[in-house]
């Protein structure tokens, strides 16, 4: 969990992503019409918070429109930060 956070922390971008994604399923695209990122951009974090088991992709094989979601651990990372809890795992 600490270094999750500290990922999250260390990137503006890598947050604003995690927020971005929430509680729903969403493509890259929705990521980065939402926060004003290149889409780039977003693919490139998106591979950093998989590797790091904050996002999950629902399918994998698809070139074009995959769909993200937050992982448990995303979950937990982002409630510890905006409301400093967060659920054992």
Sequence with gaps: MVN??????SSGYRLKIIKAIGKDTVTPSEIANKIGIR?????????EL???KLVKCLNEDT???RLYELTQLGENAINKL?????QKI
């Design 4 to 9: 999750a956070i500290s990922l999250l922390k």
């Design 39 to 47: 889409l780039n951009h977003v693919s490139m974090f998106l591979k």
């Design 50 to 52: 998989k590797e790091n």
């Design 63 to 65: 070139r074009k429109g």
């Design 82 to 86: 905006t409301n400093g809890k967060a």
